[in-house]
T-cell receptor
Framework: DTAVSQTPKYLVTQMGNDKSIKCEQN?????MYWYKQDSKKFLKIMFS???????INETVPNRFSPKSPDKAHLNLHINSLELGDSAVYFC??????????????FGDGTRLSIL | GENVEQHPSTLSVQEGDSAVIKCTYS??????FPWYKQELGKRPQLIID?????GEKKDQRIAVTLNKTAKHFSLHITETQPEDSAVYFC??????????FGSGTRLSIRP
């Protein structure tokens, strides 16, 4: 059973479209994250949620809107997609509150390609 | 802001030799330092971590050392094997409660 699962695995779409990525974790963790990994492999945090509450909101365009219906789910909606949004988006989760020194468990990633 | 620098960006070693990857961090309040391995097309996976109350930790062929005074930490892989080939990321947990990742090291093991 996959601990952190993301869908879809691949997403190819046109510039200007709106798309969503879903993430679910079955580890019972309290905190979930979204990361963006660009073509140079830099991993940068975008958001973190602790028990449905937004904790970290990095300098991310407001076209990106996370939603956490419960602590096991953190979805990412992106409006008006741009070429620069092409990247691999990773969801992750960890035990305890954001900032606790616990390892993060990553999903398999969603490769987003903007045409 | 917080920063984590990682060197080298690429590293090629002969199978059986050791590999060392070094990182420095800027936030003196950082207290947790995980290392992740990412194989091609896969997700980052934790391989070892160290907390600020210890200076060294070892798990079979992998060890991590931490020097809080100098604000640097290193990953050591001994007796390297082909399956060690991957991108390795160091990270540090800073006062803003977020994990800052290094830029990654692409490790290649030559047969």
């Amino acid at each position: 059973d996959t601990a952190v699962s993301q869908t879809p695995k691949y997403l190819v779409t046109q510039m200007g479209n709106d798309k969503s990525i879903k993430c679910e974790q079955n580890l019972g963790h309290d905190t979930m994250y979204w990361y963006k990994q660009d073509s140079k492999k830099f991993l940068k945090i975008m958001f973190s949620y602790n028990n449905k509450e937004l904790i970290i909101n990095e300098t991310v365009p407001n076209r990106f809107s996370p939603k956490s219906p419960d602590k096991a789910h953190l979805n990412l909606h992106i409006n008006s997609l741009e070429l620069g949004d092409s990247a691999v988006y990773f969801c992750a989760s960890s035990q305890g509150a954001t900032g606790s020194n616990q390892p993060q468990h990553f999903g398999d990633g969603t490769r987003l390609s903007i045409l | 802001g917080e920063n984590v620098e990682q060197h080298p960006s690429t590293l090629s070693v002969q199978e059986g030799d050791s590999a060392v990857i070094k990182c420095t961090y800027s936030d003196s309040a950082s207290n947790y330092f995980p290392w992740y391995k990412q194989e091609l097309g896969k997700r980052p996976q934790l391989i070892i971590d160290i907390r600020s109350n210890v200076g060294e930790k070892k798990d079979q062929r992998i060890a991590v050392t931490l020097n809080k005074t100098a604000k640097h930490f290193s990953l050591h892989i001994t007796e390297t094997q082909p399956e060690d080939s991957a991108v390795y990321f160091c990270a540090a947990l800073g006062r803003a409660s977020k994990i800052i990742f290094g830029s990654g090291t692409r490790l290649s093991i030559r047969p």
